[in-house]
């Protein structure tokens, strides 16, 4: 049973737009979210995260949307570049002490120039 | 600051053989995991390390996979025997400390494993 699902497996966007990629849950005790990203022959890298206490955090072209109601979390890329073609991983968490991430199965964007 | 060390960063062995990884984590870091991506899905955890000790091994396969990480710092996952399933890129990551800073969990880059 997934418990962290990324229904798009692909995304394409113009250079420049934004790109919206989306995320659902189904655990009601995951209160941490996080994004990462995944370049070809690397390791995932963190981009971003929310807490459940917020609807929204920012870093630079990068905001991420929690509506805990639907059990849903997007990520915007604004503008989108070339270099933002990857793969991203949407992963929950919750709050009890250690408790591990769990994984979406990714989406992978591709930035046309 | 060095990253997370893997080695080899990939393997082709033949079902049934034995297949063993390394990972170096970030210096300081007490905590360890080992994650196996299958090709399409999102990396899963197979075993926590809090210094040298267990802390989550339920997803780990007992039967063929084992990990150590022996004096709490380095550590090795070992397969035996290898199954065509276990085709995947096996990722280390290492965190500081468990429940605090959760955005700062450092992964390798991975060892790729085919099996034949």
């Known amino acids: 049973d997934q418990q962290v699902k990324q229904n798009s497996p692909s995304l394409s966007v113009q250079e420049g737009r934004i790109s919206i990629l989306n995320c659902d849950y189904t655990?009601?005790?995951?209160?941490?979210f996080l994004w990462y990203k995944k370049y070809p022959a690397e390791g995932p890298t963190f981009l971003i995260s929310?807490?459940?206490?917020?609807d929204k955090n920012e870093d630079g072209r990068f905001t991420v949307f929690l509506n805990k109601s639907a059990k849903h979390l997007s990520l915007h890329i604004v503008p989108s570049q070339p270099g933002d073609s990857a793969v991203y991983f949407c992963?929950?968490?919750?709050?009890?002490?250690?408790?591990?991430?769990?994984f979406g199965p990714g989406t992978r964007l591709s930035v046309l120039p | 600051e060095a990253g997370v060390a893997q080695s080899p960063r990939y393997k082709i062995i033949e079902k049934r053989q034995s297949v063993a990884f390394w990972c170096n984590p970030i210096s300081g870091h007490a905590t360890l995991y080992w994650y196996q991506q299958i090709l399409g899905q999102g990396p899963k955890l197979l075993i926590q390390f809090q210094n040298n000790g267990v802390v989550d091994d339920s997803q780990l396969p007992k039967d063929r996979f084992s990990a150590e990480r022996l004096k709490g710092v380095d550590s090795t996952l070992k397969i035996q025997p290898a199954k065509l399933e276990d085709s995947a890129v096996y990722l280390c990551a290492s965190r500081l400390t468990p429940g605090q800073g959760r955005d700062t969990q450092y992964f390798g880059p991975g060892t790729r494993l085919t099996v034949l």
């Open positions: 929310i807490s459940s206490i917020k």
């Open positions: 992963a929950a968490s919750g709050n009890n002490y250690g408790q591990n991430f769990v």
């Open positions: 655990n009601s005790m995951f209160d941490y």
